[in-house]
């Protein structure tokens, strides 16, 4: 059984920092993209930042020179620094990634999201 755990959430001021960390473990044989979704009351949910097993990084428009994604494939885990956070950055913010349990049979794998909330 595969399971992602988030961690890191909260409550912080506008213009304040929040790391999240989602670690993945069970039965993996290959990690390979990783990422956060974020879904905010009454909107869809989102891309906000998604990484390669090789490093390759893609960002949402609205957290682009704020927020940086990274992992360390030894501790399947991925994290996202969030800076100078803003109101609208609150959501539920989930990790997803993509595991093969056992090669070739992989899949989307969600985490259980973890609140940030902004305050202005």
């Known amino acids: 059984q595969v399971q992602l755990v988030e961690s890191g959430g909260g409550l912080v001021q506008a213009g304040g920092s929040l790391i999240l960390s989602c670690t993945a473990s069970?039965?993996?044989?290959?990690?390979?993209?990783m990422g956060w979704y974020r879904q905010a009351p009454g909107k869809q949910r989102e891309l906000v930042a998604a990484?390669?097993?090789?490093?390759?990084?893609n960002y949402a428009d609205s957290v682009k020179g704020r927020f940086t994604i990274s992992r360390d494939n030894t501790k399947n885990t991925v994290y996202l620094q969030m800076n100078s956070l803003k109101p609208e950055d609150t959501a539920v913010y989930y990790c997803?990634?993509?595991?093969?349990?056992?090669?070739?049979?992989?899949?989307?794998?969600w985490g259980q999201g973890t609140q940030v909330t902004v305050s202005s």
């Open positions: 997803y990634a993509y595991i093969y349990p056992s090669y070739p049979r992989g899949a989307d794998y």
């Open positions: 069970g039965s993996i044989f290959r990690i390979n993209d």
């Open positions: 990484i390669t097993r090789a490093g390759s990084t």
